[in-house]
């Protein structure tokens, strides 16, 4: 068994953090409420040091007085706690959504649907390759059929019926898959968790 202390509160915090599974108590509350109060502390001082002081403070400690504005919009947020002056809150908020959207917008076109378009047409070289071409095909057809399940312009009749519901199908496959992976995500930090305690902290991993 370890003798770090480090280790030690490593396990009693997560052994606090399982005790959630037998039911909610103040042990895995306190956990809780102390995971939350670290990242929050963490990320203050990393967002000074990384984002204000840098980006803001030392420029206008330069004499740029064009950053007063971004200083300004930021001190509008806490508007939102003074009822007689709240509605200025608004203005940084649209300013984020309209520059946000603007900067968003295309690059998640040219990734997410571009380069899922291309990704969807392309066909391999040569189809002497069975297998790319079988699958360049299945990955067309899906494509399409689950396009078509979420038209909504016509009454899914005649072909529109069978290809609709083949894209219920892609639909729930891909959700599967994703649901699969998340699962899978969590398990590997259960397991990692309990080689933790196996490990380092009771020394019967070796």
């Not at 040091?49 to 806490?78: Q, S």
């Not at 995500?185 to 305690?197: D, M, N, P, Y």
Request: with cysteine; glycine share 10%.
């Amino acid at each position: 068994m370890s003798s770090d202390p480090w280790i030690w509160l490593g396990a009693i915090l997560t052994l606090m953090i399982f005790s959630f599974l037998y039911k909610d108590n103040p042990f895995y509350k306190f956990a809780e409420h102390l995971f939350v109060g670290v990242a929050n502390g963490y990320y203050i001082v990393f967002y000074w040091h990384n984002a204000l002081r840098p980006n803001l403070f030392e420029p206008l400690g330069r004499g740029e007085i064009i950053y007063l504005v971004p200083l300004l919009l930021g001190l509008l947020y806490f508007t939102r706690f003074i009822p007689k002056v709240s509605w200025l809150v608004r203005i940084p908020i649209g300013f984020m959504i309209g520059w946000g959207a603007g900067i968003s917008i295309p690059a998640y076109f040219q990734a997410f649907i571009l380069k899922q378009i291309e990704g969807t047409v392309v066909v391999p070289d040569s189809f002497s390759n069975f297998t790319a071409g079988l699958w360049s095909t299945i990955i067309f057809i899906g494509v399409v059929c689950t396009l078509i399940y979420f038209y909504f312009s016509r009454e899914h009749k005649g072909i529109l019926k069978p290809t609709s519901k083949l894209g219920i199908i892609f639909i729930m496959i891909g959700f599967g898959a994703s649901f699969g992976y998340t699962v899978m995500a969590r398990v590997s930090l259960l397991i990692g968790r309990i080689q933790f305690l196996l490990g380092p902290w009771l020394g019967l991993l070796k």
